[in-house]
């Protein structure tokens, strides 16, 4: 029976302590805000730009070809802000970014660089997709 009750106290001891490590997260990392901009390529047998800037374009890129592109990451809040960015949609597979995570004081930017490698196997075509950039702020 001693046995027992000591390892209740054990886990309810860790599950206090998983709460206020919760807690402390929660307080110490708030969202400011999160964005989504498109981003569009072509498989084709010709490489292609296209400088639109409403979206990220790759243009058209052969398979077994590479692509980047930079995007430029400001912070605007008045504290310093934790960015990360994330890939989603068909194209995610082909994608790397980086860095994925950046720490700016208010007012400082740095580039993240968005790379895209098409497989040899990617038939012609299309492809879409979403960076997602979310942006938390330090402290309360």
């Given at each position: 029976m001693l046995h027992s009750n000591r390892n209740s106290v054990v886990i309810l001891a860790v599950g206090i302590?998983?709460?206020?490590?919760?807690?402390?997260?929660?307080?110490?990392?708030?969202?400011?805000?999160?964005?989504?901009i498109e981003v569009q390529l072509q498989v084709s047998s010709t490489a292609g730009f296209n400088v639109d800037s409403d979206k990220i374009y790759f243009g058209s890129i052969p398979p077994t070809g590479h692509g980047q592109r930079q995007v430029i990451l400001r912070n605007?809040?008045?504290?310093?802000?934790?960015?990360?960015?994330?890939?989603?949609?068909?194209?995610?597979p082909w994608v790397k970014i980086d860095p994925t995570w950046v720490v700016l004081k208010p007012q400082d930017?740095?580039?993240?660089?968005?790379?895209?490698?098409?497989?040899?196997?990617?038939?012609?075509?299309?492809?879409?997709?979403?960076?997602?950039?979310?942006?938390?702020?330090?402290g309360s």
């Open positions: 302590g998983l709460g206020a490590l919760m807690g402390l997260l929660l307080f110490s990392f708030t969202l400011k805000e999160m964005r989504e605007t809040h008045a504290q310093k802000v934790l960015m990360r960015l994330r890939i989603h949609g068909e194209i995610a930017e740095r580039p993240s660089t968005i790379h895209v490698f098409v497989p040899a196997d990617a038939p012609a075509g299309n492809y879409s997709g979403t960076v997602e950039i979310i942006t938390h702020g330090f």
